[in-house]
C-alpha cells in the first residue's frame, strides 16, 4: 500500500508558489496526505546533517521530515538530490518513473 507523507516544508513552499492555479491543486494533495510533520529538533539536527553531506537546505528539510515519518521512499523528480541522497540510510530516493517500475509492479 502506498501513502501519501506531507510537512510543513511542503506548506511552505507551497505558499511561495506564485501561480494560484498550482498552490490549489498542491493543496489538493494534502488531503490525501495520511501523516503530516511539523518542524522538531530532530528533523533540523538531521537537515544540518544532510546539507553538510552536500544538499541544500529546503531539500534537506525534505527529506528530513520523510525520514522522521519513517517514509521507506522519497519521490523526486531532481535527479541533482537523487545523486546527493545516494547511500543515506534508512530512505530509498528515487524518481517516480523508476519507484513504480521497481515497486508497483
Known amino acids: 500500500m502506498v501513502e501519501l507523507a506531507w510537512s510543513y516544508v511542503l506548506d511552505f513552499e507551497n505558499e511561495l508558489n506564485p501561480f494560484a492555479h498550482r498552490r490549489i491543486a498542491v493543496t489538493r494533495w494534502r488531503s490525501h496526505a495520511t501523516v503530516d510533520a511539523d518542524e522538531t529538533e530532530e528533523i533540523v539536527d538531521r537537515a544540518e546533517e544532510l546539507v ?46 523508476t519507484f513504480i517500475r521497481e515497486e508497483c509492479e
Open 52 to 97: 553538510k553531506k552536500g544538499l541544500k537546505s529546503k531539500d534537506a528539510l525534505h527529506l528530513a521530515c520523510a525520514m522522521a515519518l519513517r517514509c521507506d521512499f522519497f519521490l523526486t523528480t531532481d535527479d541533482q538530490l537523487i545523486k546527493k541522497a545516494i547511500g543515506v540510510a534508512g530512505i530509498k530516493v528515487t524518481d517516480p518513473i
